[in-house]
């Protein structure tokens, strides 16, 4: 067997390999003239996920070298494929001018972009953050142990912090993992068995992060602090809010050096380091959003159907994942909340502020993204300009914010920063009609720079200054008969015919001496040839430096920039909702100081959008700690005790956000978690079934719900056996009707009419079911909440309704006749029964009563022996109290 052929090593393809030795963990694209070429390995890899053709480069006896190649005007497209596909791609660039250069062109790796770096428009979706995350874990025998995380999005420069208590277990750290959704995970090189699992979690979590190994040394806590020192040119973190953290610190250092290493460049924008701690905020575990369909649907994994989609109307990208942010970390403190419901309410009332601000914001360009591209020396005159009319537009902002009264508007109005020298200088210095390449030309005013200007008049008056010479020549040296004449061998000259050689001013040097005429040049002449000549090279290599100049100072106010994207971003969100609420009918919820939750005609934001108007029903709920804590909700499927149990969950969320709730009124008291146990489904990738998804989530619901939380429960126990199921469903709901002596206020939905018997026994257990009418032994499902409990299931009844054929359905009623009667299903012969009632999993002894019932004949009494009869009910009746 022959071995392959050793590939001739080039002094290209050599320096192609160092630069793959610096970065083996990437993808190279190499620059070539107009190309990024990839060689061996990295064109095999390339090729295959870019589907582009794989070539070679050999010639006669070589070993052949596989090679691929992206025209760089198309990079961004190429290297979104390689992205996306979860590889990191290092640009390797010519640094050094090919005409001047000695020998192979001089390259350098200017850029590292991976799935968590990157800021490119195609590889963004400008509707959600994308985040670089760092990990860093405490000890594994330490009494309280934590894990140090940090959150960056290179893309706006949002930067986080934050520790979790992982002492019990890794729940609460995979939760704000899953909440945050980062992109890319940064972990130390050496790992034990302990973070090994926790790797193999955090994949079955988010299927799509991709985990980069960094040398644990960078994870070090005097490494990461001088990093961050040294950026932030401060001697502690004191000053950001962030004094308590050690391992949150350690990550963001190791975060920050590896966000330095792939940029190369200059990290402005990113200015401060923000805590973020969880309890702080309303907590959602990560099944409960997923029940909620807070961000995306449980089916499809969609947004569009999320209560996101429906109320995010935010006229721009960063109101967009703002109010995305405020989604996932509602707010649990009054003052803030009434804060946000204040400024609402007057954008709701305030109908022409509301429709102006809208359209003004319609017009501001994603400010953030911009400003984080120029400051990494990625922006171009494109982004310029955008950024340009962005901010043309926020004089008239500001003055639209002037008499607002809200608190929240009035602070955004006194912090607002025109920005009129940033816009100035844009205006200035840029053209309308700049073109996106950087090194072509046409990107600088006309009146910006005096040299500038002087080139450009070279070319395009280039002729006209030509034989402006001339006719100064002539006049300076009385040749009437003297012209400018050109070609390729001597450039410009000037002519003369032989008879008038000797009337020549001494300056003018023979060039040419032809039959008729001589041909002179002058030192002015050559002067402006060269001028007019390297004219072009020069004015691009100004405009560039020009671009380039403008472009740092624009970066160098990011601050400013930043500061007023977050207000205009608020502005949008808070319009945003008021629009929805003033859309949709909903109403301002009142933040109440005590327990209860009282909520009059509500509805479900998401499904009431996708019905006609006024198909929807309304629903009343009360929960309280007096006599009211815990509803039990029977009735068939199809009635809607899902859809009430979700819309409570959503209303007391969007409560806590700041929202208007859809709703004639409502009384909401501060909650600290809403848990929701709806729907069941396999968890395969974790190879659990849809009982152990059921029993871990009610797990964690008992463990960790307090007297201040929601707790939402659809059909606990349904995933076993039917007297295991309700033993488990009992037990539960008792707990929290009972916990720590105050309980636990919840909604919970069943098939198990047993439960019903709860309020008997249980303080503050109320039965309600979702009404239903009978006709024709079928059932019209009125979705009104009711109280009391419902006698029946009507399974047969919606099976009915969903299609099931009917010769099944009567052989069904016939069969649960049967069982009710017999225990078992035996032969329940072919006849239609008529509809039987709920059996009952606890059937009591015979009274007295039953049996004298049961052998009475109405048919053959007398009157007076029935008037006996009922005397004789009446007695047995007393007796059984």
Known sequence: MHSAPTPKITPMLQQYLEMKAQYPDTVLFYRIGDFY?????????????MGIALTTRSRDNEAKVPMCGVPYHALSGYLAKMIRAGYRVALCEQVEDPKAAKGIVRREVVRVISPGVTTEDQLLDEKRECFLCALVLGPAKARNRLAGLAFLDVSTGRFLASEVDIAAGHDALLDVLVRMQPAELLQPQEQGEAESSLAEAIRARLAALCLTFRPAALFERACAQATLQEHFHTVNMAGFGCAQFTLALQAAGALLAYVQETQKTGLGHIDRLSPLQPGDFLIIDESSRRNLELTETIVGGRREGSLLDTLDMSATPMGARLFRNWLLFPLKTADAIKARLAAVEELAQRSKLRARLRELLSHITDMERLCSRLTLNQGNARDL?????????????????????APLLSEIFSAFDPLADVHGLIASAIRDDAPPALKEGGMIREGFDAELDRLMRLLRDGKKLILELEGKEREKSGLSKLKVGYNRVFGYYFELSRTQSGQVPDYFIRKQTLANVERYITPELKELEEAITNAQEKRLDLEFALFSRVRGQIASESRRLLAMSAHLATVDVLAALAEAAVRFRYCRPEINEGRSISIKEGR??????????????????????????????????????STVLRQTALIVLMAHLGSFVPADSASICLVDRIFTRVGAMDNLRSGQSTFMVEMNETANILHNATENSLVILDEIGRGTSTYDGLAIAWAVAEELAGKNGLGIKTLFATHYHEL???AATCPGVRNFSVAVREWNESIIFL????EGGASRSYGIQVASLAGVPAPVIRRASAILKKIERHGQPGDAGSRADPAPRQMSLFPRQESQLDEFLRTLDPDAMTPREALDTLYRIRELVREAK
Do not use: C, Y
């Open 604 to 641: 479900h934001p998401v499904i009431e959008r996708n019905l006609e108007p006024g198909r929807f029903v309304p629903n009343d709920l009360h929960l309280d700690h007096e006599g009211s804590l815990l509803h039990i909700i029977t009735g068939p499927n199809m009635a809607g005790k």
């Open 756 to 758: 019903v018997d709860l």
């Open 37 to 49: 070429e990839m060689f061996l390995d990295d064109a095999e890899l390339g090729s295959r996920v």
């Open 385 to 405: 300009n955008a950024l340009g009319l962005s901010l043309a537009r926020l004089p008239e902002f500001q003055s639209m914010l002037a008499d607002a009264s």
């Open 783 to 786: 979705h009104k909440l009711v």
